[in-house]
Structure formats: C-alpha cells, structure tokens
C-alpha cells in the first residue's frame, strides 16, 4: 500500500487528540495527503456513546469496541491507505489490549485471536505512546466518561500495559514523556517520522 498507518495511544487526559490533530496538520504541511481519524466510533460512530456511556461486562465491552475496529479498518483506514493517504488514528488495538486485557483482566490470547479477524492483521507502522503518571491522567479530565470514572487502580494498570505492550514491539512503539508541553511532544513526533517521508 502507498500510505502509512500512525496510531496515538496513552491514557484519557495524555494529550493523544491535540498531537493526533497536529500530526495530521504537520503531513498536510509536507504536502502528504492524511486522514485523521479515532477510536471508538472511527467504523460505527453509533457505538461510541454505548461504549463510553452504558453499563457493559467486559466481554461486551471488548466485542463492540471490536465490531467498531472492524468496520473502521474496513470502511476508513485500508481504503485510505490503498489510495496513497497517511492514516493517523485516535487509538486503535493497543488500547483495547490495555484497557480490556491489562485494565479489565480479559485474557490477551483472546483479544488477539478477535483481533487477527476484526482487524484482518493490519498493524500500525508506528505507534505514539504517551506516557503519563495516572494521578495526572486523572487531574486533567475535566468531564470523564464511563472509562474514566474507574479509578486510579484501573489507571495503573492500563499504563503498565501499556508499557508492556512498548517493551514487547520496541521497534514499533515510540514512548512520549508527555508531562512535557505540547510543542515538545510535537517536535519528537516530528522528529522520529522524517525518517519516512518521501
């Protein structure tokens, strides 16, 4: 395919919507045809409210967040790769991997073995991971959803997930500090994509 595929991740308050916002600028800037787009909703956007609103088990939480990945690779990321575009996309599997796996307990082996189906194997080409202390994730939603409202506990684990999940793809992950402010987080973003620009 002629585009490439950028994922943000990291915890609610972390900054991944602001940097996914300018990455999408910065590509436009380059001359480089970019679509940004996020998760959940990016497939179903009808789901999105279910997910961050309504009361679920954890199973069903995973299974829709998965049926939205589905769609959204289906619908609005291959076809945007296949037509030469840089995808930059708002979370993608690794935040159901720490969220439903590390945060939930779910067991990764069958998040995985969904995944391979709902995702059709797509992997991103590099995958922003900022990283934030859960006390200061939490200091800066203002206004948490269902997700948000479980707690520091929960926090702590979603991180050390992901945190796993960097160590275990070195070669995939770039992990932010992302206590520092938004241009410097931006201008290491920037930084380690020139690498790839045509």
Do not use: N
């Not at 956007?45 to 829709?64: F, H, N, Q, T």
């Not at 959803?145 to 070669?171: C, I, M, S």
Request: charged share 30%; proline share 6%; glycine share 10%.
């Amino acid at each position: 395919m002629a585009g490439l595929f950028l994922t943000l991740e990291g915890l609610d308050g972390s900054g991944k919507s602001t940097q996914a916002g300018l990455l999408r600028a910065f590509l436009e800037e380059r001359g480089l045809r970019a679509v940004l787009t996020r998760e959940p909703g990016g497939g179903l956007p009808e789901v999105r409210d279910l997910l961050l609103g309504g009361e679920l088990s954890p199973e069903a939480e995973y299974l829709l967040f998965s049926a939205d990945r589905a769609e959204h690779v289906r619908r609005v990321i291959l076809p945007s790769l296949e037509r030469g575009a840089w995808v930059v996309s708002d979370r993608y599997l690794d935040s159901s991997l720490a969220y439903q796996g590390f945060g939930r307990g779910l067991p990764l082996a069958w998040l995985l073995e969904v995944a391979k189906e709902a995702t059709l194997g797509l992997t991103p080409r590099l995958t922003f991971l900022l990283d934030l202390p859960p006390e200061e994730a939490l200091r800066r939603v203002k206004d948490p959803d269902r997700l948000e409202r479980e707690g520091l506990a929960f926090f702590q684990r979603v991180r050390e997930g992901y945190l796993f999940l960097a160590e275990r793809e070195p070669h995939r992950f770039v992990v932010l500090d992302a206590r520092r402010s938004v241009a410097e987080v931006a201008e290491e973003i920037r930084a380690r994509l020139l690498p790839l620009l045509p």
